[in-house]
């Protein structure tokens, strides 16, 4: 495959790394682009709805990490042997995109009293109701999210792994035997373990 | 087509409405399964992560507004005519998604001063961000938002019509020629209409 990828995103895991993981996971050799926080305010008026990542492939600027996550996973055989199923993963994202909001909305409480309120809340409630819950679809569906083989629902959820631990400040899957033999099987993936291995370190 | 679907949510527009929208816009007869507020706390525990709306088809239920709405896309010729495209599609969707859950969030302050001042900022400052961008991009597109015709990203985003309007308490779309045009255009397909005019009522 000829085709040219260039992510446009910052200097952090945050939501390049699911878009890093299936451009790993294609094997196909992509430009990492990690936009330097100054020139963010200029470019931003460039950019289509303002917000980062996006992808350039084919001539146009994809964005909206999902939508680029799913159009990556097609090109690799990782979205679905049909329709129902293709429904099933996105439905699985979209939960772990909305736990992902959910925990990122501790950073947008307005004081540090309800932030700390909202911390133990979504450590306490939010992250154990998600996870059990992936747990229990990982053990029904012979260790992965969908239909009983690896899909980008996978590495959508295992890409977010360490940042969930910086929120958490704590390893939040090693409670779920199943996501986290998940966690390791992605890992143990070669391409996606040699991404691991040789990624710029970033603290998020 | 002989299939059968059964769409389960409460009796407000809300996240239902997409999904109508599509099942109406594909002319296929459907359940539209209401459930009411007191059924609901015993319900919820029976349901995919405890959510609606979840559409049963094919002998299973299906869960996420979103997904459902992108399975009846396809089923329907709504989704794109390649990947490239059902990416912008799926982008524009998100985004849309992305406005749609800031407005909500007005309803998440944790009081009325706070609730207030975000209201008037999202009204302010959000609202008029996403409704410019949206606009320009139908100006660009033949008067649709992706690819020059119709997809389901403009019915997803005529669907919401009144409720913004609600959060708003006014015509949010009156301002924007190129969205008002297309809701004119959404709303005068005749299938659309017809689900408009024959829809149980519901303030919200």
Redesign the interface.
């Known amino acids: 495959m000829a085709q040219h990828y260039k992510l446009n995103y910052f200097h952090t895991r945050g939501q390049g790394e699911p878009i890093r993981f299936l451009l790993s996971y294609g094997q196909v050799p992509f430009e990492d682009n990690r936009i330097e926080k100054e020139r963010w305010p200029q470019l931003k008026r460039q950019i289509?709805?303002g917000q980062l990542p996006t992808l350039e492939?084919?001539g146009?600027e994809?964005?909206?990490v999902?939508?680029?996550c799913?159009?990556l996973a097609?090109?690799f055989g990782l979205a679905g042997r049909d329709?129902?199923e293709?429904?099933?993963i996105?439905?699985v994202v979209?939960?772990i995109n909305d736990l992902r909001?959910k925990l990122m909305s501790i950073y947008l409480a307005?004081d540090l009293t309800?932030k700390e309120k909202l911390r133990q809340q979504i450590l306490d409630e939010t992250l154990p109701y998600?996870l059990s819950?992936f747990d229990e679809l990982i053990m029904e569906n012979n260790g992965y999210l969908v239909g009983g083989k690896l899909s980008w629902a996978d590495l959508f959820l295992i890409s977010y792994y360490e940042n969930f631990g910086v929120i958490a400040q704590r390893d939040v899957f090693r409670d779920y035997p199943y996501i986290h033999l998940l966690k390791e099987n992605v890992h143990g993936i070669p391409a996606i373990e040699n991404w691991i291995k040789t990624r710029p370190f970033s603290a998020f």
Request: hydrophobic share 35%.
């Open positions: 289509p709805f492939v084919e146009k994809a964005h909206q999902v939508a680029i799913r159009y097609k090109q329709d129902i293709a429904a099933q996105d439905a979209d939960t909001t307005p309800s998600y819950k």
